[in-house]
């Protein structure tokens, strides 16, 4: 049983940065990409960013171009999505994704 485990949400002001982190445990795969999402209050969860574990190479929506970026440390089996430049419309609960587990979410409050 995989377990995610998601640390880094928390209140910052219009244009502020946070680094959300996402450390796994249990049996992984190099193989699987592994993501983040968020989920606001009465809509769906929507995909934010993903990397692939097996040549680094990343995706992301398009409201997180140039302003998030995932990345990886291998050895910790450990990824993470770095926002910067936040709007309080990125306000929501963002959550880690690798196959068909998920973190508990984490909380990210952007005020204006």
């Known amino acids: 049983q995989v377990q995610l485990e998601e640390s880094g949400g928390g209140l910052v002001q219009t244009g502020g940065s946070l680094r959300l982190t996402c450390a796994a445990s249990?049996?992984?795969?190099?193989?699987?990409?592994r993501g983040w999402f968020r989920e606001t209050p009465g809509n769906e969860r929507e995909f934010v960013a993903a990397?692939?574990?097996?040549?680094?190479?990343?995706h992301y929506a398009d409201f997180a171009k140039g302003r998030f970026t995932i990345s990886r440390d291998s050895a910790k089996d450990t990824f993470y999505l770095q926002m910067d430049n936040l709007k309080p419309e990125d306000t929501a609960v963002y959550y880690c994704?690798?196959?068909?587990?998920w973190g508990q979410g984490t909380h990210v409050t952007v005020s204006s």
């Open positions: 990397i692939v574990w097996t040549d680094n190479s990343t």
């Open positions: 994704n690798y196959g068909v587990y």
């Open positions: 249990g049996p992984t795969f190099s193989g699987h990409a």
